[in-house]
């Protein structure tokens, strides 16, 4: 049964949507603020993201401001004493004026074990830096990015095939085991959130298009590891020279060999993806260059 606790949740991803869809079992949506649609495919046709899709199914009212501070009057509204907000990767700050509107504060689910990798590519970044090992936390979110109370902390396995997408559902799957529990405790006054070491604090980045492209200067072992990360977006890449043409090659899939790369898919621009000795085949002669022009002859 639902407890008398009121829930406005910020999220857009498909994880998210999980999240809210557990979080629905113990407590009441009133409110769910997304994304807004965004164009997919060559069509180019609006999409809503899975938590508005989950929030219609739970008959939600859903909100898809262009910025967060668009709804403060709303908000203002239906926020009282028995109202906590919830944040997994929604895709936008939230102001402090925001944060203040909840006496119950907003709780952000993060996936990692903070204050390590705070910021917004935790997960892919554990994978880059080859860590065997995070987690997720439950946090109190304050006007510092990640830097609120720790409420409560689970490592998490990474695994040694783990893509970013494969981790990220493993890390959302136990957060859903306990979220419902944890929050209800912190509630109900059962746990005193504390305060982060800043000592131990570091820091991930925004990742674009362009921060997919390979060094072919680093060890073997970090270019799996990126190639990894890197899935599905925005796909590690290299530039290829083929009959004096530079083109973006993806490199899709990747394992280690007694010591050395072996490239299994990739995906040429223009081209659907191929295994890697047909496009050796079909385009023989090339050459892979990756990041500061560093050249890897396959």
């Not at 990767?89 to 074990?113: D, T």
């Not at 554990?126 to 609120?148: N, V």
């Not at 390979?214 to 060890?219: A, G, I, L, M, S």
């Not at 993806?273 to 050249?295: C, D, H, L, M, R």
Request: with cysteine; hydrophobic share 40%.
């Amino acid at each position: 049964m639902p407890t008398k606790y009121k829930l406005v949740f910020f999220g857009s991803p498909r994880p998210a949507a999980e999240v809210l869809k557990y979080l629905s079992l113990k407590f009441q949506p009133v409110m769910a603020v997304s994304q807004p649609d965004r164009p997919v495919g060559r069509e180019k046709t609006p999409q809503p993201t899975p938590v508005t899709l989950m929030a219609e199914k739970l008959s939600v009212l859903i909100l898809k401001p262009l910025r967060v501070t668009d709804i403060y009057s709303k908000l203002e509204k239906i926020v009282d004493n028995n109202t906590f907000g919830f944040l997994y990767a929604y895709g936008q700050i939230i102001p402090k004026e925001i944060l203040s509107l909840f006496p119950r504060g907003v709780i952000n689910l993060h996936p990692s074990l903070l204050p390590k990798y705070r910021g917004a590519s935790p997960i892919r970044q554990a994978i880059i830096d080859g860590r065997k090992q995070t987690g997720f936390s439950l946090m109190l979110m304050d006007d510092k990015m990640d830097h609120g109370p720790i409420i409560y902390q689970r490592q998490v396995r990474i695994l040694p095939l783990d893509t970013r997408s494969s981790l990220w559902q493993r890390i959302t799957q136990e957060a859903c085991q306990v979220v419902n529990r944890v929050v209800f405790d912190y509630l109900f006054g059962k746990i005193d959130p504390q305060p982060q070491d800043p000592r131990l604090a570091s820091y991930t980045k925004i990742f674009r298009r362009q921060d997919g492209l390979v060094n072919w200067n680093w060890p073997v072992a970090k270019i799996e590891r990126f190639i990894r990360a890197m899935r599905p977006w925005p796909a590690a890449f290299t530039w290829v020279i083929i009959k004096d043409r530079k083109l973006r090659l993806k490199l899709l899939r990747a394992k280690l060999n007694r010591g050395l790369l072996d490239i299994e898919t990739v995906q040429l621009e223009g081209k659907k993806p191929s295994a890697f000795s047909q496009f050796k085949t079909a385009y023989y002669p090339f050459v892979f260059i990756g990041q500061n022009e560093s050249q890897y002859q396959p």
